[in-house]
């Protein structure tokens, strides 16, 4: 039997650099844009100029940023290199929104997800919470039914299910491989693969059950 060189065996593959991701992102026509990032030293927590920013490196650089975030290799690779430092902000109800839970929630429907042999689409892990990626709900004609999700809201449709947060239009959520103040990457439990995007419905029964 030959052996398998002692290098080989524990080679592990190297982390995703913050604009190689992006440009990941981009390829697969999520629109993105830069975010702060936090600091460990000094007095703020926050690249931001904002004293006390209530969610440090975890949001838009810009106030525009919903209408500079782009697919365009060329702007993105600009903006990196100006601050390769920089969160990676997705914006939400354009291609995807986002379902984030808590981390238990999350960890639990991903399980029964994969027992049963379905497709959970991506999911990244932000600390202690688990964001899964679905099919947007695009435009729909009864404006009622729609709601924006800024940050710590949550619509009243879903309270059966405490801690959850669905990002749809006008929100946005932090993706791998930002950085989070705890100094721990933002990951991927189950990175995207150009498979579509799962139904938002099926996968709320999961968080459900």
Same mark, same amino acid.
């Given at each position: 039997?030959?052996g398998?060189?002692?290098?080989?065996r524990?080679?592990?593959?190297p982390r995703?650099?913050?604009? @190689? !991701?992006?440009?990941?992102y981009?390829?697969l026509g999520? +629109? /993105?844009?830069?975010? !702060?990032?936090?600091l460990?030293?000094?007095?703020? &927590?926050?690249?931001?100029?904002?004293l006390? =920013?209530?969610?440090? @490196?975890?949001h838009?650089?810009?106030p525009?940023w919903?209408?500079? !975030?782009t697919?365009?290799?060329?702007?993105l690779?600009?903006?990196w #290199?100006?601050?390769?430092? !920089?969160? /990676?902000?997705?914006?939400?109800?354009?291609? *995807?929104?986002? *379902?984030?839970v808590?981390?238990?929630?999350g960890?639990?429907a991903?399980? $029964?997800?994969?027992?049963?042999?379905?497709?959970? @689409?991506?999911?990244?892990?932000r600390?202690?919470?688990?964001?899964f990626?679905? &099919?947007? $709900? @695009?435009?729909?004609?009864?404006?009622?039914?729609?709601?924006? =999700?800024?940050?710590?809201?949550?619509?009243?449709?879903?309270?059966?299910?405490?801690?959850?947060?669905?990002? =749809?239009?006008?929100?946005? /959520?932090?993706?791998?491989?930002?950085?989070?103040p705890?100094? #721990? +990457? /933002?990951?991927?439990?189950? +990175?995207?693969?150009?498979?579509?995007?799962?139904?938002p419905l $099926?996968?709320?029964?999961?968080?459900?059950?």
């Open positions: 039997m030959v398998v060189p002692l290098a080989r524990t080679k592990k593959r995703p650099t913050r604009i @190689g !991701a992006v440009l990941e981009a390829a999520w +629109p /993105v844009v830069p975010g !702060a990032y936090p460990r030293n000094g007095p703020r &927590a926050c690249s931001c100029d904002r006390g =920013c209530p969610d440090p @490196g975890a838009p650089l810009s525009a919903s209408l500079q !975030a697919t365009d290799p060329a702007q690779t600009r903006w #290199q100006a601050e390769p430092e !920089a969160g /990676v902000i997705l914006p939400t109800g354009r291609v *995807f929104d986002v *379902f984030d808590p981390l238990a929630v960890l639990s991903l399980t $029964r997800i994969d027992a049963a042999g379905a497709h959970p @689409g991506p999911v990244a892990s600390g202690d919470r688990v964001l990626y679905v &099919a947007t $709900r @695009g435009n729909p004609e009864d404006e009622d039914e729609w709601w924006s =999700c800024h940050l710590d809201t949550g619509p009243a449709t879903i309270e059966d299910n405490p801690g959850l947060r669905w990002h =749809c239009r006008d929100s946005y /959520v932090l993706a791998p491989p930002s950085t989070m705890s100094g #721990q +990457p /933002v990951t991927w439990l189950r +990175p995207p693969d150009g498979r579509p995007l799962p139904d $099926r996968i709320l029964e999961w968080l459900a059950d």
